[in-house]
């Protein structure tokens, strides 16, 4: 299980949560105009933000 | 999706998978022999091919699109974190540059510590199983997301390892001046601009501008890491 959680997520903890933030924004934005998309975005992004500040693996 | 991308990116992340898989077979070759060292990597590539082929279909046709964007829209996220903020750390200086020399040595001395034949075959299906398993995930997710681009994606993977392969014999030494971070950071960006683009469709999102948006992905994930590296850049010490 760790093993596999290294390769598919790289021992990250923030990815897996920011993946699931960004998709709950998703779900409550869909539907809305394309800003949504944007919204989308901005969370990934915020989630390569966040997990670089991570310890170095 | 022009067909020359999903080519080029399965190009670049698979030489660089392979730069480091012939690492550990050069290794293995010296110290224990070529033919330990090529059937166990012939071996690894029949399953890895093995998996990219039965996977693909199996997706295909048994999951829906909608749900399947989803899913392969997240593995390419989590796989383009993983490459991305490593090459952000090697930039900025907070991770050592991969130094294959270095990892050739460490190869050959665990290998001479271990003088067993099924040990020496073990590193090397290893090494390119677990190198390849990625590249062959993402061969597959190019594939389930259309079905014409599954021949591009899986060409640009094997183009890769028949140049490694040749570059290879014809060196007999390990790579020492790959740019692999930049290459690492390149695949990053791609893997993170689809991945976003996908599980967003699947998730019914629209965006702006349909199929051009990915190029706005991929600007907006380059400019990013550009900004952490510089962000997250070490001082230098007087």
């Known amino acids: 299980m760790k093993r596999f959680y290294a390769f598919v997520a790289g021992n990250s903890r923030v990815t897996p949560l920011g993946i699931a933030a960004a998709v709950v924004v998703a779900l409550a934005l869909r539907g809305s105009p394309e800003w949504a998309a944007a919204a989308y975005l901005g969370v990934l992004i915020a989630t390569l933000a966040a997990c670089t500040l991570e310890p170095v693996q | 999706m022009s067909p020359w991308i999903a080519l080029g990116t399965t190009f670049t992340a698979s ?15 010296y ?20 998996i990219a082929a039965l996977l693909g279909p199996v997706l295909l046709l048994y999951v829906p699109i909608a749900a399947l964007k989803i899913v392969i ?5 989590l796989f383009g974190y993983t490459w991305l ?6 930039f ?15 190869e050959v001395r665990d290998l001479r510590a271990h003088h067993e034949r099924r040990y020496a075959f073990a590193t090397a299906f290893n090494g390119v199983l677990v190198e390849g398993l990625e590249v062959a995930v993402i ?25 490694v392969a040749s570059a290879a014999f014809v060196l007999r030494h390990p790579f020492s001046r790959i740019p692999e971070n930049a290459m690492g950071f390149i695949v990053g960006v791609m893997l993170l601009s689809f991945g976003t683009f996908w599980s967003a469709e699947g998730l019914g999102l629209q965006w702006w501008s349909g199929d051009g948006a990915l190029l706005t992905l991929v600007a907006a994930y380059a400019l990013a890491g550009f900004v952490l590296s510089a962000l997250l850049r070490k001082p230098v010490s007087a």
């Open chain 2, 15 to 29: 030489a660089l998978e392979c730069v480091e898989a012939a690492t550990i077979v050069m290794a293995v070759g």
């Open chain 2, 31 to 50: 110290t224990a022999g070529w033919r330990v060292a090529l059937s166990a990597t012939a071996w690894a590539l029949a399953a890895l091919v093995a």
């Open chain 2, 73 to 77: 829209g997240v593995f390419l996220l």
């Open chain 2, 85 to 90: 903020r490593k090459a952000i750390w090697r």
């Open chain 2, 92 to 106: 900025a200086g907070r991770k050592s540059l991969r130094d294959e020399n270095a990892a050739f040595e460490k």
């Open chain 2, 139 to 163: 061969v597959v997710t190019f594939a389930a997301e259309r079905a014409g681009t599954f021949l591009w994606a899986a060409a640009g993977a094997l183009a890769a390892a028949a140049t």
